[in-house]
């Protein structure tokens, strides 16, 4: 499953809040959800909960709260990441214009030079020590970020409702520039934080709240583990008290998620360092995601690269990125500059639930057992929910 870009997918829904708040919307909006009276809600919420795709609503029962109001199902972006689709949801712009491709990223401008960055946190892969970088996170992201922040460009208030551990991060800051951030301990917590925004004198027009529970739950114990359920069943039935006590019904509430999930077993984990003539092929390590692989190939050796990547083919479609750029698979809008620098030489598309790994010095050799970042349909879809509040 591919994005689906002509009104399916978070850039659309991203579209159609934007210009509900009054906004210069980039694109058509969302195609099959009524959208025409999200204008007059006093506030529009939008709440994103990482990693819970159409299939982990599977962990619900059926009178849940999400499982119940759930209308819609929309498409994430490619890859269907958290660093690519949070950008998207901050910036209201696709992958292929904000250029952020995956959780790592590989940058050639000035001060950064050909390093590969695990570009939420903006630290090196291998060390993650950002001593060793010559640019502080800051400078980085104003080097590499091209894209402004959509609260910004929106005639009301917002703010910004994230983990406080992260609420002041360099990527919030830049990417939340125009809101007001609020940092949250918790689910039940960031209910309270967005219940006093909206009992203020003078409540924001947009508030976009972000919870990262589940994804942390998914990768460590799987996506269907009894850990991510319990998570789950305990946010919903939370969010579901919460609304039915909000007391005005001025407001509208939107969920939805980044991207799904699915498990990854370990017989379907390969090594990039078990393929020594492929590995030999690379200019450095790879980037974007362990379903969707971003390689850079050493200048004359495409052709050695092709061969080689064939001992995967079971694993994987080969892609040259830049078919992918051309078939607009990254999304709509101008691109950023250095979009195919980022993505590489050829793009690995991981299939069914096959996961491509490489470890550098420095890095622990760990497993996730949950995954996304590739194409399969419980990575792709995610729910909408919209309910006035």
Known sequence: MWPDFEGGSIVDLMDSVVRARGGM?????????????WRDARTIVLLVLDGVGMKQLDLLPDDSFLRRHCAHALTSVFPSTTAAAITTFMTARAPA????????????????????????????????????????????LARVCCTPSMFASLPGDSCLVSPADIVDSPFNRRHSAGARR??????????????????????????????????????????????AGA?????????GRWVQAQPRRDS???????HGFIDGPPQRLIDM?????????????????????????????????????????????????????????????????????????????????????????????????GVHGGTHADEMGVPLVQLVI
Request: aromatic letters at 6%; charged letters at 25%.
């Open 97 to 140: 214009v904000h250029g952020l491709t995956g959780w790592h990223v590989r940058f050639d401008e000035p001060g950064v030079d050909g390093r590969v960055l695990a570009i939420l946190p903006v630290t090196p892969r291998g060390s993650h020590d950002v001593s060793e970088l010559t640019l502080t996170p800051d400078e980085i």
């Open 273 to 369: 360092e078990d393929l020594p003539p492929l590995a030999d092929c690379l200019a450095g390590p790879l980037s974007g995601e362990r379903r969707t692989v971003f390689c850079h190939v050493k200048p004359g050796r495409g052709l050695d690269f092709e061969r080689a990547v064939q001992a995967l083919d079971h694993a994987c479609t080969v892609w040259r990125s830049a078919d992918l750029q051309a078939a607009g698979r990254f999304g709509p809008g101008a691109p950023h500059p250095k979009l195919l620098s980022r993505v590489g030489d050829f793009t690995l598309e991981m299939r069914d639930d096959w996961t491509l790994r490489d470890t550098m010095p420095g890095e622990r050799r760990h497993r996730l057992a």
């Open 182 to 227: 609020i940092g949250h301990n918790g689910f039940p917590d960031m209910l309270d934080q967005i219940d006093c925004a909206l009992r203020a004198p003078s409540p924001p027009s947009y508030v976009y709240a972000y919870w990262p529970d589940f994804d942390h739950c998914a990768h460590q114990r799987g996506a269907a583990s009894d850990e």
């Open 231 to 239: 998570l789950l069943r305990a946010a919903d039935a939370a969010l």
């Open 252 to 258: 509208l509430l939107l969920v939805t998620a980044d």
């Open 25 to 37: 919307a980039a694109g058509q909006g969302l195609r099959e959800v009524v959208t025409s009276d």
